[in-house]
């Protein structure tokens, strides 16, 4: 196991905790997973959920939570690194990186798009950026813009597969069927384009792979494939630390392989989540009007959509688990007990 160096920045452990918002990965897994010495990601997903004002004024809320939640994570995890998950489809999405660099993120890690102005919008700091990106496509448009506008090159990426939980950048045909051995040759093609601009800029540019991660068998396929490190975050919600209330976790813990499934989102991408009573009530048909907008989304289109997806992510993280879209990676079913994030670490990586 070798450290993984991403810029000035060096984890002990070549390891990266993966965003999960609304409300799961925030100051109190990202510290734990930062003291275990991986780097702690905290999601901006409606971060500001519990602010008192977050109906009203959900974009100042969120705002204000960046700030709180990066303070709290870095004051119990002292010389960590700790970063943020950024979406690229957040509505006022600027304004989120800017919060990020200015409460003192050490990296921001970006998808759910592709963050083309990310380099813009974090100039002069030393917060680091990464894209996510799940094909040699994605990762040689992202990389070509950003050196020709910014003549910048990524400090690190992350390639995220079809196993991934949440949102995921495949349609629903190939994140039900792209096998392992097709994407796996994609990883391959990714790390060779990343390659060039390492060399181009004379630099290195880590390259970490996500999406199903759950055992050590997982980690020891990335190093063959020539990754510099792994993403794990469906492994580190059923941890003690893991923001996410019992309610949250005891869902991974009682869901079986059957009841991982794909869902259409409401904002018009595929994703994976544990099939509960919310799923199959959507699969009947039928709208849950939004009662209010909270701003999430940049093209959202409240009259159109099922249901409001930030409604049903804090449901789910507030004990309304039956009301709740429950987002988990594909590896879910395989939960069977609460553990601590240094247990987890060590079953990975020992």
């Not at 709290?72 to 919060?99: D, F, L, W």
């Not at 894209?131 to 990426?157: E, F, G, N, Q, T």
């Not at 391959?188 to 068998?217: L, S």
Request: aromatic share 6%; net charge negative; hydrophobic share 40%.
């Amino acid at each position: 196991m070798r450290p993984l160096k991403i810029g000035k920045l060096t984890a002990s452990v070549p390891l990266i905790q993966g965003g999960m918002g609304v409300g799961v990965s925030l100051s109190g897994l990202s510290s734990a997973v930062a003291n275990a010495g991986g780097v702690g990601i905290i999601s901006t997903a409606q971060i500001g959920f519990r602010e008192p004002d977050f109906d009203e004024h959900p974009l100042e809320a969120n705002l204000r939570a960046i700030g709180t939640e990066i303070d709290r994570a870095k004051k119990a995890a002292p010389g960590g690194i700790i970063g943020c998950n950024i979406m690229v489809a957040t509505r006022n999405y600027g304004e989120y990186v800017k919060a990020a660099v200015k409460a003192g993120a050490d990296l921001i890690i970006s998808g759910a798009g592709l963050p083309i102005r990310l380099p813009e919008l974090t100039a002069g700091s030393e917060t680091l950026i990464a894209p996510i990106v799940s094909s040699v496509k994605a990762a040689s448009v992202l990389c070509r813009m950003w050196d020709r506008k910014y003549r910048k090159a990524p400090d690190l990426v992350v390639v995220e597969g079809p196993k991934a939980g949440g949102h995921l950048g495949f349609t629903e045909d190939e994140a039900e069927n792209l096998t392992q051995e097709a994407y796996d040759e994609e990883i391959r093609r990714i790390i060779a384009e990343v390659k060039t601009y390492a060399d181009k800029y004379q630099q290195d540019i880590p390259v970490v792979t996500a999406g199903g991660i759950y055992g050590r068998e997982d980690v020891k396929h990335s190093f063959l494939l020539g990754a510099d490190g792994v993403q794990v975050a469906t492994r580190f919600v059923t941890t003690w630390e893991c923001d996410a209330p019992m309610s949250y976790k005891q869902a991974y813990l009682d869901a079986g392989q059957e009841d991982i499934v794909i869902v259409k989102s409401p904002v018009g991408m595929p994703g994976r989540a544990i099939r509960n009573k919310f799923i199959k009530d959507r699969e009947k048909g039928g709208r849950l009007p939004a009662v209010k907008c909270h701003q999430c989304i940049e093209h959202c289109r409240p009259a159109e959509i099922p249901y409001c997806i930030t409604d049903a992510l804090i449901h789910a993280v507030t004990d309304r688990t039956d009301e709740a879209l429950l987002f988990c990676g594909a590896n879910a079913w395989r939960s069977d007990r609460i553990e601590s994030v240094e247990d987890v670490v060590n079953s990975l990586f020992c």
